[in-house]
């Protein structure tokens, strides 16, 4: 068998096997035994027949095609042996001539990630600080919603609580909105249900009833009513005027186990602090990840972006009938999309998932990173355990091999995160190294000096 490869773009080789007669005739005698089984030769039982007869009744071209179809597979493992190529994805026959047998295919390699000393990189960190500003403003939210509402004889202000019956038609006629004795406070700027609903409010009394046009906004549920003009029609139920509790002592107590308002302002600061301190390290790594992934030199077969790509689909498959009960052909229908221009559109951001990904699991190979399956076995258990009486079903489900291996990446995915995360604050200290018992060389060291 003579074997040739072609190095291609974007990861990928030709690869062209070419049999040598005595292969070629093995495999077209093996394929005239299968066609002797499978038909009637006259003159001949079943499986009988010689091989130049069944050649001679059915013609050399027949038995040549059937000779490399049978041994096409066999023929391609072991080329790919010889050549010691690390396929990606099985590869694409692209031709096959008869006279020699001859296959070439385009085989997908493996992606190559090339990254620089990721070990030398640092980013300043900075634990966040809280501005007194926002601990008050908080405490002001708590005043706000431990206020009490009492009925007042006056016209409606800004900042009172009112009773309405609302309703809301489009300018065809369609009904929108309806609803009675609907309870809201009136907020300046709030754009629920259209933007100037509460300021149109302001100055009605207790009886009186209202119309009234405005235009909703890009974000209206009902898309075809987006940034279109509505009518409303406003009845007036009641006005209550809102009474704030002090800021004291007796606030603290009424909200949580607090024994002062000192104590309360503690745990709010701490809060906002341990919320800001959140988002401040996901930010932080977020930095960190897109300064590596930015710099790493990554080359993958077009076989991984299509497969990005179908991750992508079927995600978005599983969201819209989780949370909209529509199938994907009625989604494409309503956006007025293809199935090939949804994958366009997604081609962007698969190929900067997919590169990230290799990025990451090629830190976690080489920092050593890997996760105990107790570890696993805790992120099953801490999953499901939200799920109450269905959480054996939701655990059972987190279960399966496939449901195991997506875990582990995440997992695994996150270790790699965390390590940058250290490195990038100067803060990782390499492990000290092992002697043949497994005792740090550092501890044996000290060990030994102390024993002397």
């Known amino acids: 068998m003579k074997i040739s490869t072609e190095a291609l773009e974007e990861r990928q080789v030709r690869l062209v096997i070419e049999l040598d007669e005595e292969q070629t005739q093995t495999a077209m005698r093996q394929a005239a035994r299968q066609i002797a089984k499978q038909v009637n030769i006259p003159g001949f039982r079943k499986g009988k027949a010689p091989y ?5 009744r059915f013609g050399e071209d027949v038995i040549r095609k059937e000779g490399a179809d049978m041994i096409a597979e066999a023929t391609y493992r072991e080329a790919l042996e010889q050549a010691e190529i ?31 000393d990721y070990r030398s990189y640092r980013l300043p960190y900075q634990e966040v600080e809280i501005d007194p500003v926002d601990v008050e403003k908080a405490l002001q939210d708590i005043r706000d919603e431990n206020a009490v509402f009492e009925t007042v004889e006056r016209p409606a202000e800004m900042g009172d609580g009112v009773a309405i019956d609302l309703e809301a038609l489009s300018l065809d006629g369609e009904e929108l909105l309806k609803g009675e004795d609907i309870r809201l406070i009136l907020e300046a700027g709030s754009s629920d249900p259209a933007p100037g609903f509460a300021e149109e409010l302001v100055g009605m009394s207790a ?27 406003v009845t007036m139920n009641e006005v209550y005027k809102s009474i704030l509790p002090e800021l004291d002592d007796d606030l603290a107590r009424t909200v949580g186990k607090y024994d002062s308002l000192k104590e309360l302002e503690e745990a709010v600061e701490e809060r906002l602090r341990a919320t800001a301190q959140r988002e401040a ?20 077969p077009p ?3 299509h497969d990005e790509v179908d991750a992508m689909v079927k995600e978005l498959e599983r969201s819209l009938q989780r949370n909209a009960k529509l199938s994907l052909d009625d ?12 994958r366009a ?17 090629e830190i976690v190979q080489r920092e050593g990173l890997d996760v105990k399956p107790e570890e696993l076995n805790a992120q099953i258990d801490e999953m499901s355990a939200p799920w109450g009486v269905r959480a054996d079903k939701v655990r059972e489900s987190l279960n399966t091999s496939q449901a195991r291996f997506a875990m582990l990446n995440r ?27 497994g005792i740090p060389a550092e501890t044996e060291q000290v060990d030994e000096e102390t024993q002397e």
């Open 281 to 300: 390290d996901a930010e932080y790594a977020e930095q960190v990840i897109e300064a590596i992934v930015e710099q790493a030199q990554v080359e993958y």
């Open 207 to 233: 009886g009186e009833e209202k119309g009234f046009s405005l235009t909703l906004t890009d974000e209206y549920p009902r898309e075809e009513f987006r940034g279109q003009e509505a009518k409303f029609t």
């Open 86 to 116: 690390d396929p990606y994805a099985p590869g694409m026959l692209e031709d096959i001539s008869y006279d020699p047998i001859t296959f070439t295919l385009t085989v997908p390699l493996t992606p190559t990630v090339e990254i620089e």
């Open 52 to 56: 130049n007869v069944v050649v001679q």
């Open 303 to 305: 076989a991984a972006l």
């Open 411 to 437: 997992l695994l995915a996150n270790k790699a995160v965390e390590r940058l995360v250290t490195i990038a604050k100067g803060e990782y200290v390499e492990p000290a190294a092992e002697d043949d018992e």
């Open 331 to 342: 989604y494409l229908r309503v956006q007025g999309k293809t199935t090939e221009e949804l």
């Open 345 to 361: 559109d997604f081609e962007p951001g698969a190929a900067a998932r997919l590169k990230r990904a290799l990025v990451l699991g």
